[in-house]
């Protein structure tokens, strides 16, 4: 099993002790990027893994903290779970939430540090199905085209230098029902269908005004995000 490292690109937490979802998105992998090992990940390489995740003939990868670091049962025991994987025009777009354990919690901690975080990389442990050698001395030393994921892990020591945090956002910033919207797609699980949904009803049954994006006085959308992301999910 081989590691390539990329960053967080977004975290996003609920900001409240009885409620924290402890969820966050980033790119566990980056297409077109030559890694610290040579490699150059293409466009389409984890389409049949998450094909097969999706129809429940893979397994979902383990969330673990530094690749499971020294291989003990503690260091091996997850830290969480990832609940959204899908492949976009940067590369493969991850969703997870931190387990309610000491050690998701501290992960929690690290990531939310200010005015940086402390932690702010990704890893995947994955292995290669398919790759292409280099042809030309210039060329990465292969161009992998098929991968199947063993596991996803937050890590201090990321090797693409230019994915790091984006933002930090709790629910007590929401400030437009856009921000509801993702906020229930990244920390609630819900598909874009689902979320939208959700948002065409808010509006509907809001006596208010609602102009747009933004409602003419505001509601309480931290607590109408609560609710929904605190549903139980079911993830495919």
């Known amino acids: 099993m081989k590691h390539l490292s990329c960053g ?8 409240t002790a009885e409620a924290d979802l402890m969820s966050f998105s980033g790119y566990g992998a980056a297409f077109g990027n030559v890694d610290a090992y040579g490699d150059v990940i293409s466009p389409g390489a984890f389409a049949k893994f998450l094909s097969g995740v999706k129809s429940g003939s893979q397994p979902w990868p383990a969330m673990l903290s530094q690749h499971g670091g020294f291989g003990s049962a503690e260091d091996m025991t997850p830290i969480g779970v990832w609940t959204d994987l899908s492949e976009d025009g940067a590369g493969l777009r991850v969703t997870g939430q931190l387990a309610d354990t000491p050690r998701g919690r501290e992960l929690y901690t690290l990531m939310k540090m200010s ?3 402390a932690i702010d ?13 280099r042809s030309k001395p210039e060329d990465p030393r292969r161009t992998i085209t098929e991968i199947d994921l063993m596991e996803i892990s937050p890590v201090t020591f990321p090797a693409n ?26 920390a609630g699980g819900f598909s874009i269908r689902e979320a939208k949904t959700l948002i065409s009803r808010i509006k509907a049954a809001s006596s208010r005004d609602v102009s747009g994006d933004q409602l003419s006085k505001p509601i309480d959308l931290a607590a109408i995000a609560k609710l929904f992301s605190t549903h139980t999910r079911i993830y495919k």
């Open 115 to 117: 005015p940086r975080p």
């Open 8 to 15: 967080l690109v977004e975290l996003k937490f609920t900001g």
């Open 161 to 186: 230098r230019n994915a790091r945090v984006a933002s930090v956002k709790s629910i007590e910033d929401l400030e437009k029902l856009s921000d509801v919207e993702d906020y229930l797609r990244e």
């Open 121 to 133: 990389g990704l890893s995947i442990g994955y292995i290669a199905k398919a790759s292409t050698p």
